[in-house]
């Protein structure tokens, strides 16, 4: 995987083999970052990266700038392979081995940014519940902005606080925000995810 922008801009981190993670690809990823960067200056950004898996989210918005960052998998492995990327880079990234819920239930902090990637085969009540659980307990700051990355399969715009979805491949991203509804215009901005 590369990091895209930032500090580290094109920079190849290669983490090793049988990690159970599925990476968002980096043309998808760049998209993202595009849509996310018209949104926000990413200095300072307080980051809470769900199912982080390899990290990759959390090193594209560290080397942009982005701290604190917070990154929760319920995989050693995984989060292992986290911390010693923070320290070879000197990111400032908190990885913990959690149950994403558990984590939540127990979380007292709020973020600017919220991204989560659960596994695309999990059941749709189970991405339902994540939106749920962050916005009872007030996770995402009021000008913040929630991402989930899921199948076409998994719908969430019907849930409260859900803004606008963009397509890329076969990767969804639904945005949540406090104040939903105001970028609904650009919904469709890269609908069908065509390659440059």
């Known amino acids: 995987m590369r990091i895209i922008s930032g500090k ?6 290669s983490p ?7 990476p968002t690809t980096d043309m998808s990823k760049e998209a ?4 996310i960067n018209n949104h926000f200056s990413f200095e300072g950004l307080k980051i ?17 700038g982005s701290t604190p960052i917070t990154s929760v998998d319920g995989d050693f492995g995984c989060v292992k392979f986290i911390k010693q990327v923070a320290t070879e880079y000197d990111f400032n990234i908190a990885a913990t081995k ?6 939540l239930e127990r979380n007292n902090a709020s973020f600017d940014i919220i991204f989560a ?3 695309y085969a999990l059941d749709q009540k189970i991405f339902e519940k994540i939106v749920l659980l962050i916005f009872e307990k007030n996770t995402l700051n009021d000008d913040g902005m929630m991402i989930i990355e899921h199948s076409k399969y998994t719908k969430l715009d019907h849930m409260d606080n859900f803004s ?6 076969g990767s969804i991203f ?9 970028e609904e215009s650009d919904a469709d901005l890269f609908e069908g995810g065509e390659e440059e």
Not at 8 to 13: A, D, T
Not at 164 to 169: D, I, L, M, Q, T
Not at 174 to 182: K, N, P, R, W
């Open 48 to 64: 809470l990266d769900l199912f982080a898996g390899t990290g990759n989210i959390s090193y594209e918005f560290a080397s942009r």
């Open 174 to 182: 639904s945005f949540f925000e406090l104040s939903s509804g105001e």
């Open 98 to 103: 959690s149950d994403v819920f558990k984590f």
């Open 8 to 13: 580290y801009k094109g920079r190849r981190i």
């Open 164 to 169: 606008f979805k963009k397509s890329y491949g």
């Open 32 to 35: 993202l970052f595009n849509v």
């Open 117 to 119: 990637d659960p596994p």
């Open 16 to 22: 090793p083999k049988g990690l159970p993670v599925r």
